[in-house]
């Protein structure tokens, strides 16, 4: 018996839409109660990652010379194998971290159920039933993102061609803005996930561009507060990623 089907037509009911002022109410009111934890758990994530790329960097480049070859590089002079290693570490990059914001969206659920937020929420998908739709969802809308984008640059390498690949890429990721919450929250797999996102913000896309252009803004503010106040704004786009879900599910 398929128990996805009635979940993915009630998500994708065409009634519902976004009220834009509601969802920032909602999301400060969710990021009031997850900026502390929230801010410490991205906080040691991003230690985390800066540990390992400095060691991976360290291991194929010399040090000293890294900040000049840093200076000269483009993306678009690599070679095809280059650009395949590129894409790869970017990818690569994006789908180790996804059950970690998985954990940040936990944060935000339990925030709006008046449960308590805890740091180990990051953890909470790292090894769980939904860890490997998390991987496939993410490793797929990456896929399309970033490999359309640098197919147009390819194709079209003229400022036509950035433009268009940058389109083509963000469309993708507002488009798909809600299949991780779709994965963890409703147990979804990630096609039905990737699909179900795709309907139910299709009918209300411009809203959700101008809520991920908001809460970038927003979220960019902590940059301001000694540099280290951005960990504890970033939770705010989970926020905000939560309280879509909600209102469309």
């Known amino acids: 018996m398929n128990t996805e089907q009635p979940q993915i037509e009630e998500i994708n009911n065409p009634k519902k839409s976004l009220d834009l002022g509601e969802v920032i109410n909602d999301a400060f009111e969710i990021y009031k109660k997850t900026a502390l934890m929230g801010g410490l758990a ?17 291991y194929f480049f010399d040090m000293e010379k890294l900040p000049e070859l840093m200076k000269d590089f483009n993306p678009e002079t690599l070679s095809a194998k280059g650009m395949l290693i590129y894409f790869g570490v970017i990818v690569g990059f994006t789908v180790l971290i996804s059950p970690f914001i998985a954990g940040m969206l936990k944060m935000a659920h339990d925030a709006d159920h008046n449960e308590e937020v805890t740091f180990s929420s990051i953890f909470s998908y790292v090894n769980s039933p939904q860890f490997i739709n998390i991987i496939l969802a993410t490793t797929t809308i990456s896929l399309f993102s970033i490999g359309l984008n640098i197919i147009l640059k390819y194709i079209l390498p003229t400022p036509l061609g950035e433009i268009l690949g940058f389109i083509v890429s963000y469309s993708i990721s507002i488009l798909t803005f809600i299949a991780i919450p779709l994965v963890i929250f409703k147990d979804l797999n990630f096609i039905s996930a990737i699909k179900t996102s795709y309907k139910s913000i299709l009918n209300n896309f411009f809203v959700v561009l101008l809520l991920m252009i908001i809460g970038g803004i927003l979220s960019a503010v902590g940059i ?16 905000i990623q939560y309280s879509i879900y909600k209102r469309l599910n």
């Not at 507060?225 to 926020?239: E, L, Q, S």
């Open 42 to 58: 991205f906080m040691f994530l991003m230690s985390i990652i800066m540990m390992f790329t400095i060691m991976g960097i360290g």
């Open 224 to 239: 301001f507060a000694f540099c280290i106040g951005i960990f504890f704004t970033v939770p705010f786009v989970y926020a």
